[in-house]
DNA sequence: GATGAATGAGAATTCATTCAT
DNA sequence: GATGAATGAATTCTCATTCAT
């Protein structure tokens, strides 16, 4: 159902969508369905014959934007001469696609969860991942600093550019590239959920704090949908 | 007519004031004028002979959280035995603040200006900037930021903190201060505001760098409200 | 919160009552919401205002309704001359009240329960309660007939009066009269409480047993809303 | 166009028309249409070729219902061993027609006549005559009760068992049966449309009110659609 | 001054019906 | 002929703001 297979109705859902997202980002999750519909160009009808409500409109288009940027994230990945700078490009990459959104913003903000359809968020993570653990590895990032904490420094650092600072983006990936600072020396902190992970005498030292995690992760990578 | 001459009135300018301040913390921009109304246990129409519109609500419940921040800010300025711990103890705080009110967060990820009304910003950035400059010329922080780029620092860690991150204050803290000096090896930093503590031969290592830090963190950790 | 301390208001909240009693009569359960409000001259709010749902209207209408039959019953339940006379008055005016109410027709046809506020339904029951039984012990109504059953057979002959039936009643309640005895040959019926009609030796049959039963049905011809 | 000849077309129909059937019967009227189309398999449009409004497919589905009433009603007329028995057996079986289908008990509630298509309605009448009239010259029914009456006596039943009455049916019946209760001794009424029939002086009783409801009822018995 | 009632302009959502594919 | 996409009017409910009491 999600794409229609008559090409005026694909055809339809994609204005629906590209105006979704305009409106979205200009104007917040506020914005009336109405609006969306007009700049669509269709009856509101049509909009929710694609999107069953405001709300799963507003995923998909959420969704529609990560898959972009796991796609570009993707393309990064192959480069890994700098592991670093791989690394920092996408972080910088998304923090762009947050700014660029207004609703998505707001939902950060708000400490909401970003509804995202199911496998989305999965995917972005599992597209992060190995860019972070890579740049970790090389030393060109905290080693204390989850995945998880990634996602709400990107967060974070969207706001910033939202609020009109123009430093705040490299005063974080400063703060990403300082050596472990806060945290006690030769602790490692798991890489999925960042809680300190028990040192082994031996041996590479663990990545997951325990099996629970490691599974996390596993899954993650192999996510499809 | 900011402030009414009848005693009644004022009690209720502040009753209104008070309601106002929990519910756009607590459920943010949107909630209904009647909710505050109610929880203030006053009429819709007390509201508006105090206050003219909602926004004009808005505005006060943010100025008078701001004036109150400026006060805190104001004690801490006298101890400038170290300007950098002084300066990053008004951070926090602002941070603090900042995350306490879901309507403050909102408004910052929007983009928007938070509107106040007239002085209060000014006040709040004369308090914050000598502490700034004194941090800057301490070599405490960064000397390319200026006073501007906190107030947005300042956002992007209270959008971290509400998207549920626990190491993004520390990591933005940690950005501040990189420019400087990247943390020598071996070397302990106070969990509370992220200075070097000083080594104590045997035991433990120190978590802060002294009993202020110790306090601090003993106090938000009971804090309530 | 039922009913509000400000004549005006309570003056409004009566003009929506009956607003909507005429309009659920007229129109059904489906009438909109607006036309309800255009009728009583208030605005769509004012009706929100005192019943929080289109449900919740339409319970307080049938509430109501239910309440003023309540009190008739009341009336008529003093005067136990003929407890089987009374019974089957009660039942009349029940059945009338649900004719002249369209929407709670449609209720009862739904199979649906029809909703009322607490405590209404009881009272109902109650009022109704020592008639049957009166009844059924001076033998005027079938011993078999439970409480439970007269409700539906009032829905039955309310149907039956809407669609046009005129018969209807008369044998339902010769029905619920039948095991005690099958009429006599010759003997009159009164066609408002369906009791025998004392033979008149000259002149055309009477219509009614007595002064009560000719008013009632008078009352009924004019009766308005 | 009311049955198509091409066979593909002939066999949507018949699905629309089950779909409709099963659909109006467990959720009302009310059933939005492309329910039913989904329910029938095809899309909406096809249900508009078949049928041009949704009030006439509803119109068609009682149609087919009542015919094969019609069918039933034909199959226990040739049995009036005991005309009694068989009227009754008659009216039970219209009864539980009804009774499954919401849709008509509340088109039947609201006091609107059921719409059907032409001729449909005399037919059942037609076949609900005979059996009536020997009934009552068998004196299994009172005399005073037309074919009309009959009719609500159907509805209201049907309501009653819709409220979940056990007895009502039962009731009504023995109502039915009772000797003629309310109608004034010798007199008579018109078979077709309940009204009193004026006495004749000599000869059969007369068994029309006038020449309006004599045609209408001859109407009925030769009507084919 | 306080109250809370009234207003009425939206906002989301549904659905009978039409029409391009 | 069939399909299902598009339409848009209608409906319920909300809420900032005004105003009579």
Redesign the pocket.
């Known amino acids: 159902m999600t794409v ?6 694909r ?3 994609a204005r629906v969508l590209a105006a979704a997202q305009a409106a979205f980002a200009e104007q917040g999750r506020a914005v ?3 609006v969306i519909a007009g700049r669509a ?6 909009v ?3 999107f ?4 799963s409109l507003l995923s998909a288009v959420m969704s529609e934007r990560i898959e972009r940027l796991v796609a570009e994230i993707g393309a990064l990945t192959g480069d890994s001469a700098d592991p670093g700078a791989t690394f920092f490009a996408a972080f910088e990459r998304s923090v762009e696609q947050v700014v660029l959104n207004k609703a998505l913003c707001e939902s950060m903000a708000s400490g909401e969860q970003v509804r995202v359809e199911p496998g989305v968020r999965e995917r972005y993570l599992a597209a992060l991942e190995p860019l972070l653990s890579h740049a970790q590895e090389a030393g060109a990032v905290r080693a204390d600093v989850a995945l998880h904490d990634v996602m709400t420094l990107i967060a974070g650092c969207a706001t910033m550019r939202a609020a009109g600072g123009a430093v705040g983006t490299s005063v974080v990936m400063d703060g990403l590239k300082a050596a472990t600072a806060v945290t006690k020396r030769n602790e490692t902190r798991c890489v999925e959920c960042g809680d300190p992970v028990p040192p082994a005498g031996t041996g590479r030292p663990a990545r997951y704090c325990g099996n629970a995690c490691r599974q996390r992760a596993h899954r993650r990578r192999h996510a499809s949908g």
Chains 1, 2, 3, 4 share one sequence.
């Open positions: 229609p297979h008559r090409a005026d109705a055809h339809n859902r009336p369905l109405d160009g269709v009856g509101a009808g049509t929710y014959r694609h069953p409500s405001k709300e």
